[in-house]
Structures are given as structure tokens and as C-alpha cells.
């Protein structure tokens, strides 16, 4: 469903990704994991063309959309994503966050698009919130709202940037507990994330990037227990 | 000799003019005198609020395209945008109202009625400052808003429309309502090129019956409540929007 091929992203003379080849397929939770810096949130962010390769291929159900001539609107629109820090409109309330996105670019009439966004909200348990800004929502709820509105585009593929990483720890597993139920639905997953026994619990795959470099890609169990390159047994150590 | 002329015209025209106010007890004003003006005086404030509120609502309109010209990607239109701000804040607003109101007459044979030549005027040049603040508006709104809008697939325009320039006008309502501040002051320039405004009535007023302090005095007193009232609306918005956060 993604497929990379020697994915490189450099700013300026700082190489962030180094000749990354990877592929997620469809269905898939893949949990992106290791050290600060190491290049996992650019990674992610190449997925959606958030931030252009500077060399390298990014296919998705094999049409690349690197070429420049790809509509990235219409890609995009098939690749919700959650960010680390909600990004949802201040100006909007729950439920019109949710609804922006069906309404204006997918011309959804309003009506239907309310009922649709009225599921989601309580889908994530925040149906009660639908009338409330994001001024008064707790972190744990914003980022809920985040995952319903990335949810409103139906799309095939969600991406995760540290979706608990600005969160009060008691508002962790709630959020976790929502990706988890979409997981178990099907939906086709990149997560990037610092929770460990997550991690281990809901992927299917690990990619451990550290220093640019794709240095582990293995299943949880081999990842968590026995893993081959030097740098994910030091980093394991640390974290767990 | 010529000099010794000049200075001497000099002092006998202000003694002249302060003799009238001065007399010989000091200053002593007598409103009483402009009572009858009064009414024809507050005919003034129409046209200079009509005037301010045209000449900020264009140039906030074209203020915020000329903005937008300024952060885009395609060079020329952000040098013309850069460039236009240079002339308009590096020349004085009354030549530039000079030149639109006396000189493009030449060029174009046809002339502009007053009031059009300000409300021109006061367009392009309010645009050239708040095209500065509304970019700086626009570059305050976390990138984070852009990332969002841009992954729902959300066109350019339409995020621009949608997200981003409504929190940049959040933002910036205190430095627009200055900019708005300082454009009804300005207005008072228009009584140069003869538009009825309320600096021209008071002008007018005072050359009639030769006095100056009261009308002038008067005329101050109004555009001074004026702006006093606009800040407290201003205040008054701000407050309710504070409430949203």
C-alpha cells in the first residue's frame, strides 16, 4: 500500500533520512520507534509529502507521488493523519473540526456530514463535546477529536506522529485506547511513538530508525526480544 | 531691506491673529461666537467617518491581498507587494493625495471629485501598512493549522480563507484598530483638496468670522471623542473574543 525506495531527506547539509526502502502493506500497524532525532517524524511526514524527499521514491498503491504531476490534494485526502500537538482549529468547534474536512473537500452536504461527524465524536467517546472548542477540551479529548476529524475523510491509510508524546500521562491510554479500537478494525497504520508496551501490543511490524537509518524492521516479538543490530538492544535497554 | 519687509509683515500678521484671541486680558475664548456654525460643522462628522470606513475597508481588503502577495512563492508578485509598500510608506500621504487629486487629472482628462481622490488615496496608502501587520498575522498562526488543513487535502485558498487568515485577524485587531485610528486623523488631509470633511468646515468656520481657537478647538474635541469611541469598541470586541479562548 506505501512502498519507499531509498527515501533520503536532508535540511541542508543535516541528512535526516538515509536511503530509507521500506513497505507497509495494506491492513498493516507499523510502529516507527527509536531515539530523538533519529529521523522518525520525517519519516512519516515524507509518507504525505508533509515534507518533500530530497531523493528517493514514495509509492502509494504503487503510483508514485514523488513525479510532481500527482494531485497531493487528492492523495492526501486518502492519508488522514494525528499530530503531536492536536493542530485542531481553535476557531472551531468539536464537531466542525470534524465536518471542515467532509463539507469543503468533499462536498458533502451538511447534514449528512453532521451525522457523520455526530458517530465519530461518540465513536471516540466525546459525543457530549460536539457543541465545545478546543479551548476547552483537555489534551486526551483534543487529540481524540484529532483522530475523529483525520477518520471524517475515510481514509484508507492513518498516519500517527507521537499522537501521546504532549499528553498528561492519565490522558495517555484513552488516546491509546482509540487508536487501538481502529487498529483492531483494519485500518492500515504508521505510528510514531515512544510507548513501548503499545508498541509491542498493537503492531505488526517495527521499524527502529536511528541516525537517518532504517536499522531494524522486524515483528514486535523479535524486535522486544531479540533484536539484531547493536544500537536497538542499546536503546532498549534505556527505555525499558 | 526685503527681509526687514518680511519679518516686519510677519509679526504684524500675528499679532493680528493673536490679537483676536489674546486681546488684552489673555486668552478668552467664546464658544457663543460658533454656536450658529455648529450644525454645519457636525455635517463634517458624516462625510469623515464615511470617508474613514470606505478608505479602511478597501485598504484591509487590499491590504490582505497585497499580504498574501508577500509570503507566496511566485517572485513577482512579491517584489510588486514589497515595492508598493516602499513608495506608499516612503512618500508623504499629502503628496500622494496631490498627486491623485491634481496630477492624474492631466494624465487620464478626467477629475476626480474630492472625496474619490481621498478615498483612493487613503486605500492604497492604508494597504501598504496593513499589509505589513496582516503578513505578520498571518506568519504568527502556528504552522501546525497549515499541516492540518494541508492533510485533509484542503486547496490553498480555501485554507487561507478558512483557517489561517481568521486567526491572523484575531490576532492583529488591536493593530488594526490603530490603523483605523490613525486613518480618521488622517482624513483630516482631504480638507486640502477641498472635501467638506469636518478639519474643512472648521477651516471654513474660522476664515468666515476670523476667529480660530474655537472652531479648531471645537473640531478637535469631535474627531478626539471620535477616536475615544473607537477605542472602546475595539476594547469592547477584544474582550468578547478573549472570552472564546
Excluded at chain 2, 500622494?96 to 494624465?107: N, W
Excluded at chain 2, 481622490?117 to 498571518?138: P, Q
Amino acid at each position: 500500500m506505501i512502498r519507499t525506495e531509498f527515501l533520503c531527506k536532508s535540511f541542508g547539509k543535516l541528512d535526516v533520512l538515509k536511503d530509507i526502502s521500506t513497505e507497509i502493506k495494506k491492513g498493516e500497524v507499523v510502529a516507527i520507534i527509536g531515539p530523538s532525532g533519529g529521523g522518525k517524524s520525517t519519516f512519516l511526514r515524507c509518507l504525505n509529502l508533509l515534507e518533500f524527499p530530497t531523493r528517493g521514491r514514495v509509492y502509494i498503491d504503487n503510483i508514485d507521488i514523488t513525479t510532481g504531476k500527482i494531485d497531493i490534494k487528492k492523495v492526501r485526502q486518502n492519508m488522514g493523519m494525528v499530530f503531536q500537538h492536536f493542530n485542531l482549529f481553535p476557531h472551531k468547534t468539536a464537531l466542525e473540526n470534524v465536518t471542515y474536512g467532509p463539507i469543503k473537500v468533499k462536498k458533502t452536504p451538511k447534514v449528512e456530514a453532521d451525522q457523520l461527524g455526530k458517530d465519530l465524536l461518540s465513536k471516540v467517546g466525546l459525543a457530549e463535546k460536539a457543541e465545545a472548542y478546543p479551548s476547552r477540551l483537555s489534551g486526551g479529548q483534543k487529540q481524540r477529536v484529532a483522530i475523529a476529524r483525520a477518520l471524517a475523510m475515510q481514509p484508507e491509510i492513518m498516519l500517527f506522529d507521537e499522537p501521546t508524546s504532549a499528553l498528561d500521562p492519565e490522558m495517555v491510554k484513552e488516546v491509546l485506547d482509540v487508536i487501538k479500537g481502529l487498529a483492531r478494525s483494519g485500518m492500515t497504520m504508521a505510528i510514531v511513538t515512544h510507548e513501548m508496551g503499545f508498541a509491542r501490543e498493537v503492531a505488526n511490524r517495527i521499524l527502529f530508525l536511528e541516525g537517518g537509518r532504517l536499522a531494524e524492521d522486524a515483528p514486535p516479538d523479535i524486535f522486544f526480544t531479540k533484536p539484531n543490530s547493536e544500537r536497538a538492544c542499546q536503546f532498549l535497554e534505556k527505555v525499558l | 531691506m526685503v527681509l526687514d519687509f518680511v519679518n516686519c509683515f510677519n509679526s504684524f500678521f500675528l499679532a493680528q491673529i493673536l490679537g483676536q484671541a489674546i486681546g488684552q486680558t489673555g486668552l478668552v475664548l467664546d464658544f457663543g461666537k460658533i454656536v450658529p456654525n455648529i450644525p454645519f460643522i457636525l455635517q463634517g462628522i458624516g462625510i469623515t467617518l464615511a470617508f474613514t470606513l470606505v478608505s479602511a475597508l478597501i485598504g484591509f481588503a487590499w491590504g490582505t491581498i497585497l499580504s498574501i502577495f508577500k509570503i507566496s512563492n511566485i517572485r513577482p508578485l512579491k517584489w510588486f507587494a514589497d515595492f508598493y509598500t516602499s513608495i506608499f510608506r516612503g512618500t508623504p500621504l499629502i503628496l500622494q493625495l496631490a498627486i491623485i487629486y491634481f496630477s492624474t487629472p492631466q494624465l487620464i482628462g478626467y477629475a476626480i471629485p474630492p472625496f474619490q481622490a481621498g478615498v483612493i488615496t487613503f486605500s492604497l496608502n492604508s494597504a501598504a501598512y496593513s499589509s505589513e501587520t496582516i503578513r505578520g498575522g498571518i506568519l504568527a498562526v502556528d504552522k501546525g493549522q497549515r499541516e492540518a488543513a494541508m492533510t485533509l487535502g484542503v486547496a490553498y485558498p480555501l485554507m487561507m480563507w478558512d483557517i489561517i487568515l481568521p486567526q491572523a485577524f484575531k490576532n492583529i485587531l488591536p493593530a488594526l484598530v490603530n490603523e483605523s485610528i490613525a486613518l480618521l486623523k488622517d482624513s483630516s488631509l482631504v480638507s486640502t483638496v477641498g472635501a467638506l470633511d469636518l478639519m474643512r468646515r472648521g477651516q471654513i468656520v474660522a476664515s468666515e468670522k476670523f476667529i480660530y481657537f474655537e472652531p479648531l478647538i471645537f473640531v478637535g474635541l469631535i474627531y478626539y471623542l471620535m477616536v475615544m469611541s473607537l477605542t472602546w469598541v475595539a476594547q469592547g470586541f477584544e474582550r468578547r473574543m478573549r472570552r472564546s479562548d
